[in-house]
């Protein structure tokens, strides 16, 4: 996680005007903590969090003399505060097909994902399945073959503009018939009709909940974390449509200064599974709040 590759030093050293010059000391006055506040919103943190961190750290160091690096060390500490409550691995059952519904705005990095997700289950043994639910959208349909082969894992797909729940209720009977552990259930992200989605996701739960009542046991939401405040609309939108239990962060590997996971935890305090770091099978890590924060902080 690198929020701030382009730039040499991070936000704090910046702030502190530290370049190649002698280590400053600043007094922690309220121009300073506004100055920290602004940092944090342009890192995508939002206004809420922004003031709750800065004030947090006035309190304990208001009017005492501060160097960068005890600033970094303080930010990251609230950072990390907020954050530990979320980092939680995806929770797994001993329920066979254990069922994870992937919902997201297209783009988000959800097909990638299920790819990734299923590598991962696989490297330690599990059988997966991966069910393509976004039957409208045939290139989506093609990636996820492609994900499924190189993680090697069956893709049920179905022909295009076809029911995704009788998709979703076939890959049920296969994964049960096969003893799979897992079922990766693919769903569309076309939020343009919102009514639509919602009833199609519905529909989908509702015919897994046929074979098995608890069905699904995590449903993950898929956030771009490259998006910046957008994402918090998108964790309103998608937990009215689906019972959202986790999230996955992608493109934590770019140039997004990430800050929004903060916002996120924050304001909705869902637990992060997992976060994206890059576009290859390997690149699903897991969320390391320490390292997080020193990487935001720099
Ligand atoms: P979907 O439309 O939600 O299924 O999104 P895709 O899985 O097709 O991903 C959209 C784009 O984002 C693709 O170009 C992916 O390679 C890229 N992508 C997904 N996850 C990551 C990530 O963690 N890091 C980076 N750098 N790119 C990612």
Not at 58 to 63: K, R
Not at 219 to 227: G, N, Q, S, Y
Not at 252 to 276: E, K, N, S, Y
Request: hydrophobic share 45%; charged share 25%.
């Amino acid at each position: 996680v690198s929020p701030e590759p382009e730039s040499k030093g991070g936000l704090i050293d910046r702030l502190m005007g530290r370049g190649g010059q002698e280590v400053a000391r600043r007094t922690l006055d309220d121009p300073m903590l506004e100055q920290l506040e602004e940092l944090l919103i342009t890192a995508d943190m939002g206004v809420d969090t922004a003031l709750r961190v800065t004030a947090n750290i006035a309190e304990s160091h208001f009017g005492k003399r501060v160097s960068a690096e005890e600033v970094k060390r303080l930010m990251a500490e609230e950072i990390a505060r907020i954050m530990e409550p979320v980092a939680q691995p995806m929770p797994i059952y001993s329920k066979k097909p254990q069922v994870v519904l992937v919902v997201g705005v297209n783009g988000s990095g959800k097909t990638t994902t299920i790819g990734k997700l299923a590598s991962q289950f696989r490297a330690v043994g599990k059988s997966v399945i991966i069910a393509a639910g976004d039957t409208f959208r045939a290139a989506a349909v093609e990636q996820l073959q492609v994900w499924g082969e190189r993680a090697g894992v069956p893709v049920l797909t179905a022909p295009e503009g076809s029911d995704p729940a009788s998709l979703a209720f076939d890959a049920m009977l296969k994964a049960e018939a096969e003893g799979a552990d897992l079922l990766l259930i693919d769903t569309a992200g076309r939020l343009q009709n919102r009514a639509d989605l919602m009833e199609e996701l519905a529909k989908i739960v509702r015919v897994i909940r046929k074979r098995d009542p608890e069905a699904p046991h995590n449903t993950l939401l898929v956030l771009d974390a490259t998006t910046g405040q957008n994402a918090l609309s998108q964790v309103e939108t998608f937990r009215k449509l689906a019972d959202v239990s986790g999230l996955v962060m992608t493109k934590l590997d770019g140039t997004a200064r990430g800050g929004v996971l903060v916002a996120l935890a924050d304001r909705f305090g869902l637990p992060i599974h997992a976060i994206g770091v890059g576009e290859q099978i390997d690149d699903l890590a897991p969320f390391d709040p320490e390292d997080y924060a020193c990487a935001l902080t720099g």
